[in-house]
């Protein structure tokens, strides 16, 4: 079974919206992070938002916030004002584990975000 | 404060050849993750090194193997290339005992021929 799942290959979004982008996961593992990244056409992965298993909050960074529900098994990417330079791959990630293990990281197939002007 | 670099960022190999790919953790981290990207796919992962020694490993043959220095800088090592070794190959630093966040480089884009 997919540990990570993201539905949306590729989505469109005008400038100055907001867009949600979406991610389940699996796993029985009681403590686990969900991460999301974004891999412009250069290649990095550069880290956005992270959320563990056992916060109570929704975490924010910024214009980006996670939806985390829980008994979903969700967690969703919401980017506020998109820009142009949003445009991208976007990948939702899942670590198994407590905090201080160093636990793999297991990768969606990831959405392609276009921003149009 | 100089992020994760990886070198070289690109390499042409042909088939049975062996190729060696290397990283260097942002400053403070002690953790390294390699991770090989298909074409239009997410990462998977290959193995993780802490205090030098491998700590996990995923699906990946033996033909791929790693190594980690006393200053914390990582190669990954690929022995008789396949075509399907073609990947961008990505390195990715952690702190081990904080979250386990992990920062990744620019990768390395590898073309077995």
């Known amino acids: 079974a997919q540990k990570i799942t993201q539905t949306q290959p590729g989505m469109f979004v005008q400038e100055k919206e907001a867009v949600t982008l979406d991610c389940t996961y699996d796993t029985s593992d009681p403590s686990y992070g969900l991460f999301w990244y974004k891999q412009p056409s250069s290649g990095e992965m550069i880290f956005l938002i992270y959320q563990g298993s056992y916060d109570q909050q929704n975490a924010t960074e910024g214009r980006y916030s996670l939806n985390f529900q829980k008994a979903r098994k969700s967690a969703n990417l919401v980017i506020s004002a998109s820009q142009l330079g949003d445009s991208a791959m976007y990948f939702c990630a899942m670590r198994e584990g407590r905090d201080n293990a160093g636990n793999m990281l297991t990768f969606g197939g990831g959405t392609r975000l276009m921003v149009k002007p | 404060d100089a992020g994760v670099t990886q070198s070289p960022t690109h390499l042409i190999k042909t088939r049975g050849q062996q190729v060696t790919l290397r990283c260097s953790p942002k400053?403070?981290?002690?953790?390294v993750s390699w991770y090989q990207q298909a074409l239009g796919q997410g990462p998977q992962f290959i193995f993780q090194?802490?205090?030098?020694?491998?700590?996990q490993r995923g699906n990946f043959p033996d033909r791929f193997s790693g190594h980690q220095f006393p200053n914390y800088s990582s190669e990954l090592n690929v022995n008789a290339l396949l075509l399907g070794d073609s990947a961008l190959y990505l390195c990715?630093?952690?702190?081990?005992?904080?979250?386990?966040?992990?920062?990744f480089g620019a990768g390395t884009r590898l073309s077995v021929l």
């Open positions: 090194y802490y205090e030098e020694e491998e700590r």
């Open positions: 990715a630093s952690s702190f081990w005992q904080f979250k386990n966040i992990q920062y």
């Open positions: 400053s403070g981290h002690d953790t």
